[in-house]
């Protein structure tokens, strides 16, 4: 499924690509374009962040009034869901299609011959056969990038194949080989200016995605009814759980960005980071127009 999606927006990045003969701008072109195509499932993902904030002391009621009624007590929820027009499962989509948009990208940028350029298993295969043969190291997780970074001399190998023109990419991007791994050229240090802006791009993303869950949770806390039950109390202690788990987290995912940003591509990196910066701005602009929103309705 993944191979058939990476296929798909290979289409794409290969026609931005030949359109202005730059990888690293075809990567940005393509990263704003996909940005934009799912910018209605964020506006839908945002209202329905807000809805639910709001929707909170109304469920807190219900579970207060139904605390000893299991059954009525969901029953009256999903009626609130229902007349409220919000589904409890609406993040999922979200999710699914976040996961399944991420794997795609990685597939296609880490196989750029394949899903880019369309050239077939069999000449990559033999392509990578001729390098082997010559003694030449060939990545296991990223075969095709060293194809690309052989060119010149696969070209002459194969002087009479029509295919080999097609690995000749241009890789590079304001100075810098976006076909390089960073763990593979750890004395090169101009492979760690997009992954060290990259994992810069992930804590702010996490640290602003946090900001606002912390501050949807605070209100969840202010909605629970006052008193002495011990119902009452657990639900606090479960909110402040909540909020102490997101601010591990908000220094867990930088550090994980770390090892991922430094065994992939640098072509992935700059995608991840220009989705990073764009999620940002998505996230501010949306947080307020959708909170005057609900705020009007």
Known sequence: MFEFFASVFGYLLSFLYHLINNYGLAIILFTIIIKLLLLPLSIKQQRTMKK?????????????????DPE???QEIMELYKTEKMSPFSGCLTAIVQLL???SIFYLVRCP??????????????????????????SSA?????LIREYN????????????????????????????????????YTVYIIPILY???????????????????????????????????????????????NKMMSWMMPIMSISIA??????LALYWLISNVLMILERVVLDRVIKQEVEEE
Do not use: C
């Open 52 to 68: 639910s904030a709001k929707l909170q002391e109304k469920m807190k009621i219900i579970q207060f009034k139904y605390k000893n």
């Open 72 to 74: 009525k007590m969901n």
């Open 101 to 103: 948009l991420l794997l």
């Open 113 to 138: 011959i394949t899903y880019m350029e369309k050239i077939g298993t069999e000449d990559i295969n033999r392509y990578i056969e001729q390098l082997k043969e010559e003694g030449k190291e060939v």
């Open 142 to 146: 990223y075969p095709e990038i060293d």
């Open 153 to 188: 001399w696969l070209k002459e190998k194969n002087p009479e194949d029509a295919n080999i023109e097609k690995l000749n990419l241009q890789m590079n991007f304001l100075g810098l080989d976006l076909s390089k791994i960073p763990q593979q050229n750890m004395n090169d």
């Open 199 to 245: 994992i810069l791009s992930s804590f702010i993303s996490i640290r602003l995605t946090t900001a606002m869950q912390t501050k949807q949770n605070q209100k969840k806390k202010e909605a629970v009814i006052d008193g002495e039950t011990g119902e009452e109390v657990k639900e606090e202690n479960e909110m402040d759980a909540v909020m102490q788990t």
């Open 262 to 267: 430094f065994i992939a591509p640098l072509g």
